[in-house]
């Protein structure tokens, strides 16, 4: 065993005790919530926002300023309301996509399904659909004690090359700790967009935000896959007492078009559900836009469900799955450790954090290639999938997992790890001219 391996495993150990044994005297995790209501009666309405003649400020925090129209689409959406008795129970406009997305309550007894084929017929409406919910996708057991992805993707080395500085991430999850002290400074804006729970730190949230951007040599935790990019901590999901976390489309939506409306370069979504026209407008929005879009595949689902299957989205699986979906990369997603909230760390396994990874990977790329588009992002990422020797590939679901060192050389346009004067079994590009 190498000493460096050595030294690894301690580490490992010595967090697994921390989070396990001996936590932080102020280290309790939060309560999690109950779960939420029904959304059955809910529908979401969407009315047309006229075509911009100017863009939110700097300072814009989920409103649409000097927006004259806004008090004439409420008055309509009132109209609609009595008119198929409903009431407006919230509502969020969307610039990104020139829409005002209305959440209302049926207050009969009759099928959703005929309500929303009525609504689609008035010509007030854009669209109209059910509110539909998604879930984190975290799993596995948390506490084992090796982790591989310093050793797959030798991050030592990839940090010599790019930091992610200069890049901005959204990670649309449920509440991160930005005092945390693996993420304390990395958090550059900071937004609740869950109005029927409590704000707060929250596990899933967290440990993504540690895995992508934790704070690198502060002599404590881990060190993100990019340390020098900064966080969007939006918050569009909430922890319950059943699956890690839980969000619906109305959620996902506000953070997804405030990511669109603040400059990310990068949307991690940890998490999946069905297919849903409000998200796949903003997604499609984003693309349209040259952000990379990262999700999670979730393993019970032969396409890696939505939003991993959406079109231009890179979907993820945890590089122990044994047959991930057509197309899905694969990233370290076992046996993580990472940061939790109340100043902890832990060992956290499944998609949502293979995700994470690759979010991570994506910033570091994008500082040595801004303005790269997605597709060739994913390129970078494609060309960088590697088939291990075969001692390693007797291990499950090793084959096929992202070579970062590679990745990362072809954005580079140089060597970054094993050089071909030092190894004749790497395969690396030719340097480009800088």
Request: net charge neutral; proline share 9%.
């Amino acid at each position: 065993m190498s000493r460096r391996f050595a030294r690894f495993l301690a580490l490992c150990a010595a967090l697994c005790a921390f989070a396990c044994v001996v936590p932080h005297a102020n280290a309790e995790p939060p309560a999690p919530h109950a779960a939420p209501a029904s959304a059955a009666h809910q529908v979401l309405v969407m009315l047309r926002m006229p075509s911009p003649h100017f863009r939110p400020d700097g300072a814009y925090g989920g409103g649409y300023t000097n927006d004259g129209t806004r008090a004439a689409r409420r008055r309509v959406a009132r109209e609609l309301a009595a008119a198929y008795g409903l009431r407006v129970i919230d509502n969020w406009p969307m610039p990104a996509i020139g829409i005002d997305c209305f959440v209302m309550e049926d207050t009969g007894t009759g099928p959703v399904d005929r309500l929303l084929d009525t609504l689609a017929h008035d010509p007030r409406v854009a669209w109209a659909q059910a509110i539909q919910e998604y879930r984190s996708l975290g799993g596995g057991d948390p506490l084992l004690p090796v982790q591989p992805a310093a050793q797959l993707w030798q991050l030592t080395t990839l940090h010599r090359a790019s930091t992610g500085r200069g890049v901005t991430v959204a990670v649309v999850d449920s509440g991160v700790d930005a005092n945390h002290p693996d993420l304390a400074g990395q958090v550059k804006l900071r937004r609740n967009f869950v109005d029927a729970y409590p704000d707060g730190p929250e596990a899933h949230g967290t440990a993504v935000a540690g895995i992508i951007a934790a704070r690198e040599g502060n002599g404590q935790g881990i060190a993100g896959i990019a340390p020098d990019a900064k966080l969007l901590a939006l918050r569009a999901c909430w922890e319950t007492a059943g699956p890690p976390a839980r969000c619906n489309s109305f959620t996902l939506g506000k953070a997804i078009n405030f990511a669109l409306m603040n400059d990310a370069g990068v949307i991690n979504m940890s998490l999946g559900g069905p297919r849903d026209r409000l998200l796949e407008a903003l997604l499609d929005a984003a693309l349209a836009r040259g952000v990379t879009l990262v999700g999670a595949a979730d393993p019970a689902q032969p396409d890696g469900g939505f939003p991993a299957s959406h079109p231009g989205v890179i979907a993820v699986a945890s590089d122990t799955q044994r047959a991930p979906p057509p197309g899905a990369l694969r990233a370290p997603g076992t046996d993580v450790p990472t940061a939790l909230p109340g100043a902890r760390w832990g060992m956290v396994s499944g998609s949502s954090y293979a995700a994470a990874h690759v979010a991570g990977l994506a910033a570091l790329i994008l500082e040595l290639r801004p303005g790269i588009a997605p597709a060739r992002l994913r390129a970078d990422l494609d060309g960088g999938a590697r088939v291990f020797p075969a001692a390693l590939a007797s291990s499950p679901g090793q084959a096929g997992s992202i070579d970062a060192c590679a990745a990362i050389a072809r954005a580079a346009g140089t060597c970054v790890c094993l050089c071909p004067s030092t190894t004749t079994t790497a395969s690396l590009p030719s340097p480009r001219p800088h």
